[in-house]
């Protein structure tokens, strides 16, 4: 009979290969679903609900706030699926700390939401990375999301609807057009 212990180790180990071998397989290829629809203008756009259908989920972030997907109606938001043992999260995350600085005030929030891993890892993990935006733990949502691996990230329109959704590591460069795009939804110039 297999220990719990050894059982725990022996998972990890797999899910830590699964995600290397699905991150060399993605790493430069970062699009898995691109949502064709037309964005929405700022006069469609909704001031206060957002519909993110089978996407919407709540979360106790690490500072005892209970927020859900939808508290973001309005803005742009990027979930990053992520674990602070995980090196293309690990890889990922300079660049998504750049754009959370630059576009932050203009509308564009990150939730963090990571899997397999304990408060203290992600502490460390946010401390070493300078990170300043939502973070929790929900094992369960690469289940709703229907993720293999990760990193996963889903950037979301103000009105909720999917932009775009990134399989594996995603560089800034990619993240950044469909970014600036996005905002000017918020902004309305488009």
Wanted: aromatic share 12%; glycine share 6%.
């Amino acid at each position: 009979m297999i220990s719990l212990r050894k059982y725990l180790f022996n998972s990890h180990i797999i899910i830590i290969i699964i995600c290397i071998i699905a991150s060399t397989f993605t790493f430069g290829q970062s699009q898995k679903k691109t949502d064709k629809r037309k964005p929405q203008t700022k006069e469609s756009a909704p001031k206060v609900a957002a519909n993110y259908g089978k996407y919407n989920f709540s979360l106790k972030t690490l500072d005892g706030k209970a927020i859900k997907l939808s508290d973001y109606a309005g803005k742009v938001v990027l979930v990053n699926i992520w674990a602070p043992w995980c090196q293309p999260c690990k890889m990922e995350t300079p660049g998504f700390v750049k754009l959370y600085e630059q576009y932050h005030k203009k509308g564009f929030e990150i939730v963090g939401v990571a899997v397999q891993t304990n408060e203290s890892e992600i502490r460390k993990f946010i401390y070493d990375y300078k990170i300043r935006w939502a973070v929790g733990i929900k094992d369960d949502i690469t289940k709703q999301y229907g993720a293999f691996g990760i990193p996963n990230s889903y950037l979301f329109r103000p009105n909720g609807s999917l932009v775009k959704e990134f399989i594996g590591y995603t560089d800034e460069k990619a993240l950044k057009p469909l970014i600036e795009e996005t905002l000017k939804i918020i902004s309305g110039k488009k």
